[in-house]
């Protein structure tokens, strides 16, 4: 199965569009996001009934959660209910991170934590904005290996357990003013970071 995983649109309806374009080009089997919906660009409601009506499997994000959003009391009330967490198998999606106490993975300290923690083999976060790959495997103790991600394919050991973030769809944190998504092929065990070029919101 090929899923592509947004997150982080935060009203950015247009950037959402330029996303679902390149998507529907890939070939992919459906579409997973990550959260943070709203709060952000002008177009919160527009977003929210997308993913909404197109039956988008979503995690809740801290923005969907708590928001100062004028948002259509229905959408508000979609956006209260969604899980803040999804598992197949051994594999999670989330917002920030699938631990008890949770703290963003920003770091391959946390990163480790996580590890540690959990069992998951996969761990799909959004939060951060910005496009990032740990793996548990490392020599040093309390660290997990951080690698350095852009955009293209990575193989995944299948005896490694990982942690991915995409990127975002409103606004970025870090490599560049791109417009950021990702794929996750299961039976090639293989994630494609995606970089566009597109409509981004004006600050972040």
Request: charged content about 25%; some cysteine.
């Amino acid at each position: 199965m090929r899923t592509a995983v947004i997150s982080d649109i935060h009203g950015n309806w247009d950037g959402l569009q330029v996303a679902l374009i390149d998507i529907e080009s890939r070939n992919v089997d459906r579409i997973i996001c990550l959260g943070d919906l709203v709060e952000g660009g002008e177009h919160d409601d527009a977003v929210v009934e997308f993913i909404k009506s197109n039956n988008i499997t979503t995690v809740q994000g801290n923005h969907d959660e708590i928001n100062d959003c004028q948002l259509k009391a229905d959408n508000q009330n979609w956006l209260h209910q969604l899980p803040s967490i999804i598992v197949e198998s051994d594999i999670v999606f989330t917002h920030i991170s699938p631990r008890f106490k949770i703290k963003n993975i920003d770091n391959n300290i946390e990163a480790w934590n996580v590890f540690n923690e959990v069992n998951f083999r996969l761990c799909f976060i959004g939060h951060n904005h910005f496009p990032a790959l740990f793996s548990e495997r490392y020599d040093a103790f309390g660290e997990a290996c951080s690698y350095s991600v852009d955009y293209g394919q990575h193989h995944l050991d299948i005896t490694d357990r990982y942690i991915i973030s995409f990127g975002a769809i409103g606004y970025p944190r870090g490599g560049g003013r791109f417009l950021r998504y990702g794929i996750f092929d299961s039976d090639k065990s293989v994630i494609e970071f995606m970089r566009l070029e597109g409509p981004l919101l004006p600050y972040g």
